[in-house]
């Protein structure tokens, strides 16, 4: 029978990932690197941290900032709410101390069990384990565990046994190594199981489980949602906006949105309050149809049109909107919906 820890250790040893944060047992970049990967791939967080750390080299830079350039450096990883949360545990930190305990670490804002282990073992080399999305899978195949991994039980299962299989020597190691071989070895799909050095005593696999495992009891629904986006073009600028209710892209920029239960057509757009407030005194004002897209977001859909508004002259700005000259739109944080619009058509 083999030694499941030494063997994903082995395993590492040989094929583990050599990343930058893994190269430095210091807190503060541990944290940003364990919060920008909430949600995000290796591949697509790299040079999001490689750039943030660069602007924000410490704590002590990272607490003086202010939310909308952080956000800026954070455009495109979605999940705003993670750029967010960081800035406020940055600034609740005394004296701009990184907590050094587990219980300190645990209570920062958007820190979760999961990453307050990976901080405390990788940094201080606390014997604690960590149990992501990747650590479930691993475990569930091989352990044969249909317990599900969402349910109260199944936390505390898997949260038990990944414990009792730490390497207490190095834990921050045997974490990386287990979070690694899920990433790479033992991923959600079509595993190359045969090449496995676990695969001989892989329940999941001896009992064809392996596209089974591990189980979720809950699914989450997906939901539409339907935006009419005016680019209001006036010669050198345009309008934006800041989102500032609970909702998605919470404090990010966009441009006038109308949003409605289905989509919308051009005589809806024309006969908005927004445009008749725009035109008024405007006998057949420019609107035309720029372009559809379809943005994917983890819980919704977003079926997005854009429309363009051309206004020439003195008009009335709406409140809470303001006047972005076109060469400095760059410098707003906002959805990459409508980054990738503004670069196209702006």
Sequence with gaps: MIN???EIIRWYDVNGRTLPWRQ???PYYI?????????????QGFDYYMRFIERFPDVNSLINADEDEVLRYWQGLGYYSRARNLLAAAKSLKDGQFPTTYK?????????AYTAAAI?????????AVVDGNVYRVLARYFGIDTPIDSAEGKKVFAE????????KSPGRYNQAMMDFGALQCVPSSPDCIACPLVDECIAYSHQQVNALPVKEKHTSVSARYFSYIYVSNCDSFLMHKRTSKDIWKNLYELPLMETADEAGMEDIISSDFIRQLTDGIDQPSIDLICKK?????????????YRLELSGHFSIPNSYINVPKDEWGHYAMP?????FLEKYI
């Design 161 to 168: 046994l990944a414990q009792s299989l730490l390497d207490n």
């Design 120 to 128: 405390c073992s990788f940094a201080y080399g606390m014997p604690i």
């Design 104 to 112: 300190d670490v645990l209570a920062l804002k958007g820190v979760g």
């Design 336 to 340: 990459q919906l409508i980054y990738s």
């Design 4 to 6: 499941f820890t030494n």
């Design 24 to 26: 430095t047992k210091d």
């Design 294 to 306: 379809k943005h994917l977001l983890t819980h919704r859909i977003i079926y997005a049109s854009f």
């Design 31 to 43: 944290w940003i690197s364990e919060i920008i990967l909430q949600q995000t791939r290796v591949d």
